[in-house]
Nanobody
Framework: QVQLVESGGGLVQAGGSLRLSCAAS????????MGWYRQAPGKQRELVAV???????QYAESVRGRFTISRDNAKNTVYLQMDSLKPEDTAVYYC???????????????WGQGTQVTVSS
């Protein structure tokens, strides 16, 4: 069974930094894109950043220049370094990964359980 386990959320003051981690575990063949989404109260889930297995990373305009996504393929882990945090960054952050469990199966999106990030003003 494939699992994505997140860590690193918490409470921080505006202007501060946090680093989120998400590790994929279980039995699978390959991971394609890995990324981060977030959902604030009363709002839809939105893309924050995505790192394809081969290609350019993409960022939401609201976080460009402040957040950095990176991945360690050897550890099946994706990170999100969040700097210059703002109160509007407050949300539950979800890790997402497109995973192929076997060579002949299609990629399937898996989600982490979510980690709360709260930025106080």
């Amino acid at each position: 069974q494939v699992q994505l386990v997140e860590s690193g959320g918490g409470l921080v003051q505006a202007g501060g930094s946090l680093r989120l981690s998400c590790a994929a575990s279980g039995r699978f063949f390959s991971i394609n894109a890995m990324g981060w989404y977030r959902q604030a109260p009363g709002k839809q889930r939105e893309l924050v950043a995505v790192s394809p297995s081969g290609g350019r990373t993409q960022y939401a305009e609201s976080v460009r220049g402040r957040f950095t996504i990176s991945r360690d393929n050897a550890k099946n882990t994706v990170y999100l370094q969040m700097d210059s945090l703002k109160p509007e960054d407050t949300a539950v952050y979800y890790c997402n990964a497109e995973i192929r469990t076997m060579p002949t199966t299609a990629r399937y999106p898996y989600w982490g359980q979510g980690t709360q990030v709260t930025v106080s003003s």
